[in-house]
């Protein structure tokens, strides 16, 4: 694997450390009037999401993680799990839903995701930044009821609650942001 010195930190690398593999949030080098350089960064464990802060001295190296992006487009459920397939190689492979986390909300048959692996092993899903889904059920506006912004609760194909305006009703398409899980409107 490729040796990296803390100069050439970028947001976003990830990083193969002795306590498991980090995806670099944040990074700040710092000068102080006594003694070496150093750099303190705020890390994320890719595998359990937690994030700590560390410092490194400046210069100092370490192993630098190669993260493959795959576009994989989702054939079916399978029990627990999610069947994906290459769209370049049409390989398929079981993803369990524990791997996928919260992004199991916005993922329906047929829609395309980017599986980041590390070697073999699935460590993430990148979702684009809204993705369109079905209300299967919610509640029908209420005639009068006509207060500016207000929102009620629907029910996503996915099983995904999202609060949503009045005159939305149960069959529509909407669009939602998978960063926040909020309506962002008709689809």
């Known amino acids: 694997m490729p040796q990296i010195a803390t100069s050439d930190f970028k947001n976003g690398m990830?990083?193969?450390l002795e306590d498991g593999l980090f995806t670099l949030v944040e990074f700040q080098h710092v000068k102080p009037g006594k003694g070496g350089a150093f750099v303190r960064t705020t890390l994320k464990n890719v595998r359990t999401g937690s994030v700590v802060e560390r410092t490194f001295r400046a210069g100092e190296r370490m192993e630098r993680a190669i993260v493959d992006k795959k576009e994989m487009q989702l054939l079916y459920r399978d029990g627990d799990d999610y069947v994906?397939?290459?769209?370049?190689t049409y390989d398929q492979m079981n993803v369990p839903s524990s791997t996928l986390g919260d992004t199991t909300n916005y993922l329906v048959d047929s829609s395309t995701a980017?599986?980041?692996m590390y070697g073999d092993e699935i460590i993430g899903v990148e979702l684009p930044a809204s993705v369109e889904l079905t209300i299967s059920e919610t509640e029908p506006g209420v005639q009068g009821d006509r207060?500016?912004?207000a929102k009620k609760p629907a029910t996503l194909e996915t099983g995904l609650v999202v609060q949503v305006p009045l005159f939305i009703e149960p069959g529509e398409r909407v669009k939602v942001d998978t960063r926040s899980g909020e309506f962002i409107s008709r689809a």
């Open 147 to 149: 207060v500016s912004g």
């Open 14 to 16: 990830t990083l193969d």
């Open 114 to 116: 980017l599986i980041l």
């Open 84 to 88: 994906f397939m290459d769209n370049a």
